[in-house]
Nanobody, 115 residues
């Protein structure tokens, strides 16, 4: 089945940038719906960005204008480019995949925005 591995998290100063990557296994990656979620301590997991098989994207209001989700089907990888980062962006970021009825979550990668 699909497996997801996130990378690229870390510590960054406010106003800085970070790019997260999510590498997916499987041969049908191009048909997957892919998304990024995040969860801060004590908070509900929330959707940040989504990209469908046709490349259409949607963003949470908090991410619009700052974050960009993209996919490279040849590499079975989805990215989240995060610019103008704020302390409130601090969270564990999770990659999500939906292939037909099958849903898969990555293990999460920590993003900390702090001076």
């Amino acid at each position: 089945q699909v497996q997801l591995v996130e990378s690229g998290g870390g510590l960054v100063q406010p106003g800085g940038s970070l790019r997260l990557s999510c590498a997916a296994s499987g041969s049908m990656f191009s048909t997957n719906l892919m998304a990024w979620y995040r969860q801060a301590p004590g908070n509900q997991r929330e959707l940040v960005a989504v990209i469908d098989s046709g490349g259409s994207t949607n963003y949470a209001d908090s991410a619009k204008g700052r974050f960009t989700i993209s996919r490279d089907n040849a590499k079975n990888t989805v990215y989240l480019q995060m610019n103008s980062l704020k302390p409130e962006d601090t969270a564990v970021y999770y990659c999500y995949s939906k292939l037909f009825w099958k849903e898969t979550w990555g293990q999460g990668t920590q993003v900390t925005v702090s001076s």
